[in-house]
């Protein structure tokens, strides 16, 4: 399986930006769909934006649609979401994942791996 780990994250206003990167290790990451999901306390995990693994493919929730940007570095073994005109209710724990079958697959959230995530709190 592919180790994950995610960084980027932090505290920032309401119209900034951040950019989350997800670092992988193990067998070829050109191999996987990657996929990025988060979790707001007290709600259900949801998927965010999912990339091909030719990053040809992406998906994208309607509440990030236009906002946020998934992409990834197959040389660099790492997959980036990039975060724009953030909102109070983008807050929460954000976890990269992987998985070898399908898109689809890492969209539905069952996906073969996952990190650990990391936090993004987003202040009025």
């Known amino acids: 399986q592919v180790q994950l780990v995610e960084s980027g994250g932090g505290l920032v206003q309401a119209g900034d930006s951040l950019r989350l990167s997800c670092a992988a290790s193990?067998?070829?990451?050109?191999?996987?769909?990657m996929g990025w999901f988060r979790q707001a306390p007290g709600k259900e995990r949801e998927a965010v934006a999912a990339i091909s693994w030719t990053g040809g493919s992406t998906w994208y929730a309607d509440s990030v649609k236009g906002r946020f940007t998934i992409s990834r570095g197959n040389a660099r073994n790492t997959a980036y979401l990039q975060m724009n005109s953030l909102k109070p209710e983008d807050t929460a724990v954000y976890y990269c994942a992987a998985d070898e079958d399908g898109l689809s697959e890492v969209v539905a959230g069952i996906a073969g791996s996952w990190g650990q995530g990391t936090q993004v709190t987003v202040s009025s």
């Open positions: 193990g067998p070829p990451f050109s191999n996987y769909h």
